[in-house]
């Protein structure tokens, strides 16, 4: 079955630090993979998405990820992290249902603080 | 532009109790689900629809109903709650399949039951 782990739960960085955020998969074909975001009290946000070509793909708000199908990754980066980024962030898997739909399988998230 | 629109952003219900949540759209989108978000769990998905009268279950149906009338609206019921239903409720949508268009996310609405 379709899977989506983000090892970290919570993940504390310095502002002007960089961050990665670990998003591992797991999915026969291959995947649509996204990045979503969520400030306190508000719904998700798109960051980026992979669907196919090349494996760095860029986002909103200077967020960058890059697929490895050898590592079954999708981790997310940022060079330089600002206080505003201090968010949840949820990696998921797109999974067919074995028709032309198909539905969003979520990690359960990683909680970035920032300090100042 | 109002995107996805979830009414009320909060509710308390007693143990039995009956409510629907609503969730309207404007974006003509075909696709439209709910999912439930509890600490440490992510989001799972309750119910989707892939156009007006079509409906299916996600991952976690059990305890919640829905229908699609049009494409803009799509209700969640809780026909008894329970309180295993406490937690924020998310309605999105999205222009493709579901899995290879942005989903569009409300603000959620927060549902105790007692």
């Known amino acids: 079955a379709q899977s989506v782990t983000q090892p970290d739960i919570h993940i504390t960085v310095s502002e002007g630090a960089s961050l990665e955020l670990r998003c591992n998969y797991s999915y026969g074909a291959t995947p649509y993979l996204f990045w979503y975001v969520q400030s306190p009290g508000q719904g998700l946000q798109l960051l980026l998405k992979y669907f196919s070509g090349d494996t760095l793909v860029q986002g909103i708000k200077g967020f960058e990820a890059e697929f490895k199908r050898s590592q079954s990754s999708f981790n997310l980066r940022k060079p330089s992290v600002h206080w505003s980024d201090a968010a949840e962030y949820f990696c998921a898997v797109g999974a067919t249902n074995g028709g032309s739909q198909g539905n969003l399988i979520f990690g359960k998230g990683t909680k970035l603080s920032v300090k100042p | 532009n109002a995107g996805v629109t979830q009414t009320p952003k909060f509710q308390v219900l007693k143990t039995g109790q009956s409510m629907t949540l609503q969730c309207a759209q404007d974006?003509?989108?075909?696709?439209m689900s709910w999912y439930r978000q509890d600490p440490g769990m992510g989001l799972r998905l309750i119910h989707y629809s892939v156009g007006a009268g079509i409906t299916d279950q996600g991952e976690v149906p059990n305890g919640y109903n829905v229908s699609r009338s049009t494409t803009e609206d799509f209700p969640l019921r809780l026909l008894s709650a329970a309180p295993s239903q406490t937690s924020v409720y998310f309605c999105a949508s999205s222009s493709g399949t579901g899995i290879n268009s942005p989903l569009h996310f409300g603000n959620g609405t927060r549902l105790t039951v007692t």
């Open positions: 974006m003509n989108h075909e696709y």
